[in-house]
């Protein structure tokens, strides 16, 4: 399932033609989509967001276009845009440009992001497709995701037990193959925690080395954003992109 391959073997798909960016998204929307009628929802995200089919389909251009001049011009877009075409979802603490942003809160409802995080915008520039936003706890307050506002999420190892917290949505949504990778933020353990109990990988990277800038905060002198993925190879290519100095921190 494509939905279940490693980040590498995605862009190998898309660069050989073997799957395109849009099947791969279509695919997450789809398991989103079953989820949400099971008789136990996950309950991973919040919301997936309607623009990443196109955003998708645009990718496959690119990929199609490269892929007719040759190799070369291939491994060049790549250069550019090395996560072309790959889905990302955030958690709803991290801001997306003209994209709801609650922090899984009424408190918030209905509020929407001004502008792109840092690590939001450094993912699009390298190529990557926002797909939608995780649940949480509430203002990152708890360790289990049954502190939301908007609901309880489950894990899907086994859906009668928590998927820790508070970046438990992220986690979820890797773990249930709803998303390539995801966005988290730890404050003391609310990306490597929720990953533990997922079974996946997830890191809090140290302070400044990834921007905060457009994450709510938390605990400010805390707070770190970080990913969560079902590899640490994954959480290496994605570190590697969003790993910035960012005057605005």
């Known amino acids: 399932m494509i939905n279940e391959l490693s980040i590498n073997e995605v862009l190998e798909g898309f660069s050989s033609g073997k799957f395109t960016c849009t099947e791969l998204v279509k695919k997450s929307i789809d398991t989103f989509e079953q989820d949400k009628n099971s008789s136990i929802p996950l309950n991973a995200f919040l919301e997936m967001y309607d623009d990443s089919l196109a955003l998708a389909q645009k990718a496959d251009e690119l990929y199609e276009k490269a892929r007719s001049e040759g190799e070369d011009s291939v491994k060049k877009l790549l250069q550019e845009k090395p996560l072309l075409g790959v ?32 690590v939001t915008q450094r993912l699009v520039d390298a190529g990557a497709i926002p797909l939608g936003r995780c649940n949480m706890d509430e203002f990152a307050m708890g360790s289990t995701t049954e502190n939301s506002a908007m609901k309880i999420t489950h894990n899907p190892v086994d859906l009668t037990r928590v998927p820790g917290g508070s970046s438990g949505g992220s986690a979820a949504a890797v773990a249930a193959n709803e998303a390539a990778y995801t966005l988290g933020s730890d404050t003391g353990g609310s990306i490597r925690q929720p990953a533990a109990f997922c079974g996946v990988v997830g890191m809090k990277p140290t302070y400044g080395r990834i921007s905060r800038n457009g994450l709510i905060a938390f605990a400010s002198s805390l707070d770190q954003i970080g990913p969560i993925a079902k590899s640490v190879e994954d959480i290496s290519i994605i570190f590697d992109n969003i790993s910035y100095y960012d005057p605005k921190d």
């Not at 990302?88 to 509020?111: E, P, Q, R």
């Open 87 to 118: 889905p990302f979802a955030v958690k709803d603490n991290i801001s997306v440009k003209g994209k709801k942003l609650t922090c899984s809160s009424n408190i918030l409802k209905g509020y929407v992001a001004p502008y792109n995080a840092t």
